[in-house]
């Protein structure tokens, strides 16, 4: 839970640089991008109040999560439609992995775990969905980010779990 929440700080994170990129390179990608932090904000909320229940703490990778996420959000927005879209793909990609993997772990431990996780399974899988219908998978910027990303997300991840 403590990581899954970091990891929602960095999905806002890396929507708001891209949004603010995307107002000058991506502009029809604005309402998109703006739907789907809103969706990240609310799954943030979700693991938040798991958290709270359980009376734990937040990850201590949060600040690091966000502070990345930003940075690549703005890069990749910087770079432009493409680049936008092939981040989300990538990262969604790992993400929900990640969330399916847990789902397989915790069905008959903590059901309340597997319930707050599946709502946003959902919602993450429209992500990249949408996102993958914006970019050929032969493009250059996924081919060249979707690796690099899918590898940063991995080890941020990895990190979090071991914090």
């Known amino acids: 839970m403590k990581v899954n929440h970091a990891g929602e700080f960095g999905a806002i994170s890396i929507y ?6 995307a107002r000058l390179r ?10 789907f932090r809103s969706h990240e904000r609310r799954h943030r909320a ?8 359980r009376g734990r703490p937040r ?4 600040a ?3 502070a990345g996420g ?9 770079l432009g439609h493409s680049a936008i879209a092939a981040t989300t793909v990538a990262v969604e990609s790992v993400v ?13 431990v903590d059901e309340a775990a597997v319930s707050a996780i599946f709502v946003i399974v959902t919602e993450e899988r429209e992500h990249h969905d949408r996102s993958a219908a914006h970019v050929s998978s032969e493009s250059f910027w996924c081919r060249t980010l979707r690796p690099v990303v899918a590898l940063a ?4 991840i990895w990190l979090g779990m071991r914090l």
């Not at 991506?26 to 739907?35: C, I, Q």
């Not at 979700?46 to 229940?53: H, K, M, S, V």
């Not at 930003?70 to 910087?78: A, K, P, S, V, Y």
């Open 16 to 21: 708001t640089g891209q949004i603010w990129m």
């Open 26 to 35: 991506a502009r029809d990608l604005v309402p998109e991008l703006t739907e």
């Open 46 to 53: 979700i693991f938040a109040a798991e958290l709270e229940r």
């Open 59 to 62: 990850c201590k990778s949060y």
């Open 64 to 66: 690091l999560c966000g």
């Open 70 to 78: 930003f940075l690549l959000g703005l890069i990749t927005g910087l």
């Open 96 to 108: 929900l992995r990640h969330l399916e993997q847990q789902l397989e772990q915790l069905r008959g």
């Open 153 to 156: 997300t991995e080890s941020v």
